[in-house]
């Protein structure tokens, strides 16, 4: 992987997923470090609670350790709102994957790994979509 990283929610969902077949791909990407945002935090907390069926505790220490991975998470802004709005047009890409997109581009970053997005896909000329689980 060349550039820095943004993960998806997907992304922390099989990291925590030890008996999955992606867990070994989600665990390493996450290990060698990249950005998230405000909302993969809060989509893994709604995630881990509704599905996964973690404690309100075991949801807190999971959120704490994405942080330190990833530290210093992007927060959902107006100008993050605004320009998922002109991804969601421009690029077709559903609303809330496009608030993934603007926060990856505002980030910095040249990949987005996510399992949601065409794989491959570049959006602005500068993020690549990558599904790391094909």
């Known amino acids: 992987m060349s550039g820095k990283a943004f993960f998806d929610t997907n992304v922390l969902v099989y990291a925590t997923a030890e008996h999955d077949a992606r867990w070994p791909m ?13 909302q993969v935090l809060n989509e893994f907390a709604s995630v881990a609670r509704r599905k996964l069926k973690w404690s309100w505790p075991e949801i807190r220490d999971g959120l704490a350790g ?7 998470p992007l927060p959902l802004t107006v100008a993050t709102h605004d320009a ?3 991804i969601a047009e421009r ?3 559903a609303f809330y994957d496009a608030l993934i997109v ?18 491959g ?14």
Do not use: Y
């Open 26 to 38: 989600a665990t390493a990407l996450l290990a060698g470090g990249g950005a998230i945002s405000t």
């Open 66 to 72: 994405f942080q330190i991975l990833c530290p210093n």
């Open 84 to 86: 998922a709005l002109v």
């Open 91 to 93: 690029d077709g890409v």
């Open 102 to 119: 603007a926060s990856a581009l505002e980030a910095g970053c040249s990949t987005l790994f996510t399992e949601d997005m065409q794989d």
């Open 121 to 134: 896909r570049r959006i602005a000329g500068r993020l690549t979509i990558r599904n790391p689980f094909v």
